[in-house]
């Protein structure tokens, strides 16, 4: 006995049916994706890395605020020597830093704003903001 053409159709139907719940799902899970995404990798460590970029003889940023006892790298992108001298006896240097390298200094654990210059270049001033 040939199989009835009611009975083909509704195998089609019962396809097209099951490929719509697939898609279905596929796009919902599709939807739910954006609602695992990765914010729970926030951008700031723990360990705040400060920075103070040198270039065209200029300090950037000049004024900088970290907190105690930060660590600070100086990038020397000039090709002249310089240095991050603060003003204030002893508070940091960072020596000689020759063109294209960097130095790190340890901001100071008392909180207060260090004025610093560049020892080579004392026209090239900054202020480092502790608190
Ligand atoms: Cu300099």
């Known amino acids: 006995m040939p199989i009835p053409p009611r009975f083909r159709r509704l195998q089609a139907v019962v396809a097209i049916a099951v490929l719509c719940m697939l898609i279905a799902l596929a796009g919902c899970s599709g939807g739910s994706a954006p609602t695992s995404p ?4 926030p951008s700031t460590t723990s360990v705040s890395e400060e920075r103070i970029v ?4 200029r300090f950037e940023p000049a004024d900088l605020t970290v907190s105690p ?5 100086v990038v020397n992108e ?7 001298t603060a003003e204030a ?16 200094f340890t901001a100071p654990s008392t909180a207060g704003a260090y004025r610093y210059l560049c020892g080579i270049h004392p026209s090239m001033m900054g202020t480092l903001t502790v608190r």
């Open 69 to 73: 006892g930060a660590k600070v790298s």
């Open 38 to 41: 990765s914010p729970s990798t």
């Open 89 to 104: 006896p002893s508070a940091f240097d960072t020596s000689t830093i020759e063109g294209g390298r960097t130095a790190m």
């Open 78 to 84: 000039d090709s002249a020597p310089h240095t991050v």
């Open 54 to 57: 040198i270039e065209d003889f």
